[in-house]
Nanobody, 120 residues
Framework: QVQLVESGGGLVQAGGSLRLSCVAS????????MGWYRQAPGKQRELVAI???????NYAGPVKDRFTISRDNTKNTLYLQMNSLKPEDTAVYYC??????????????WGQGTQVTVSS
């Protein structure tokens, strides 16, 4: 069993910053990929940033110079530092992971989401 739990969302003024956290827990053998997606009202869920194999990172174009993804492997925790926030960043942010459990199964998981609202 694997669970992802996000935290750190909230209301912030344009130009401000937030840091999101995601803790992966359960019977984890390895994490193949872990990242952040977001979904604004009426829009499709989109990739924000992700760690892939080898520790490489990918960022969506609109956030690449403002957001930073990081991780603490000892705590199975993922972070998203969001700076220079804009109203268009308003969305529910979801933690994503592709994780191999101790029983050998490889599955993808989603957190429940955390709301980020940026006021203009």
């Amino acid at each position: 069993q694997v669970q992802l739990v996000e935290s750190g969302g909230g209301l912030v003024q344009a130009g401000g910053s937030l840091r999101l956290s995601c803790v992966a827990s359960g019977s984890i053998r390895s994490i193949n990929a872990m990242g952040w997606y977001r979904q604004a009202p009426g829009k499709q869920r989109e990739l924000v940033a992700i760690f892939i194999s080898g520790g490489n990172t990918n960022y969506a174009g609109p956030v690449k110079d403002r957001f930073t993804i990081s991780r603490d492997n000892t705590k199975n925790t993922l972070y998203l530092q969001m700076n220079s926030l804009k109203p268009e960043d308003t969305a529910v942010y979801y933690c994503y992971g592709t994780i191999r459990s101790m029983d050998g199964s490889l599955r993808y998981y989603w957190g429940q989401g955390t709301q980020v609202t940026v006021s203009s």
